[in-house]
């Protein structure tokens, strides 16, 4: 239901851009969110975005380098990343939160894609 793209290999200080297609739900009725998972560590929230666009939200250590966007017409969230960094090395989900949920906790997301691999290099 939802196929995330995009991932690849790149140096330290590259950019990629992460896409979800989503299918098999009302995609416009909900809030979208990007994890990582890098070997060895827990699933870790990225950014989410609200249903309507309107509110955004990232961790932390992306700010300012991540942009979380979302086309409802098309079904499709994206996370453009740039000025990334070998510690931004992880496989990449998107995810779609319970109706209602707005945040980071990656146990209210019901939705999940398979993943996509990014490898930044120094």
């Known amino acids: 239901q939802l196929q995330a793209s995009g991932g690849g290999l790149v140096q330290a200080g590259g950019s990629l851009r992460l896409s979800c297609a989503a299918s098999?739900?009302?995609?416009?009725?909900?809030?979208m969110g990007w994890f990582r998972q890098a070997p060895g560590r827990e699933r870790e929230f990225v950014a989410t975005?609200?249903?309507?666009?309107?509110?955004?939200d990232y961790q932390d250590s992306v700010k300012g380098r991540f942009t979380i966007s979302r086309d409802n017409a098309n079904n499709t969230v994206y996370l453009q990343m740039s000025s990334l960094k070998p510690a931004d090395t992880a496989v990449y989900y998107c995810a779609g939160a319970r109706i209602g949920y707005y945040g980071r906790d990656k146990g209210m997301y019901v939705h999940w894609g398979q993943g996509t691999q990014v490898t930044v290099s120094s």
């Open positions: 975005i609200s249903w309507s666009g309107r509110r955004l």
């Open positions: 098999g739900f009302t995609f416009s009725r909900y809030d």
